[in-house]
């Protein structure tokens, strides 16, 4: 479990991905550049396409604490194992990425 204050950096755009983030309490803001991809709060995760994509391994954006945030991580040793082990979560994890692809998608037209 980490705690972050407002404004710090929980992961940097770029940085290699070593594991997969829940927020606990707080929101963050996702950013890529200078252009901000969503605001996410309790319950939501983030850092799982650096640990899906064999050929990433680095995070596609970057995450910074919009109020004070707790996040639970599950390192990348880990993540794929219980990942496989609940199936339940690895849906859940698919309904997000379809989500954020459709909103990218969406964005493309402003």
């Known amino acids: 479990m980490r705690w972050r204050p407002t404004g710090e950096r929980v992961v ?10 829940v927020i606990a309490e707080g929101q963050v803001e996702v950013t890529q550049g200078d252009r901000i991809l969503a605001t996410l709060g309790p319950g939501e995760t ?12 680095a995070r596609t954006a970057g995450v910074r604490a919009l109020t004070p945030v707790r996040v639970l991580g ?37």
């Open 74 to 110: 599950l390192s990348a040793w880990a993540f794929r194992p219980f990942v496989r082990e609940h199936p339940d979560v690895a849906w859940t994890i698919m309904q997000t990425l379809a989500r954020r692809l459709r909103a990218a998608e969406a964005s493309r037209g402003d």
């Open 46 to 57: 983030f850092g799982e396409i650096a640990l899906l994509d064999d050929e990433v391994q």
């Open 12 to 21: 940097t755009e770029g940085e290699g991905g070593i594991a997969f983030f």
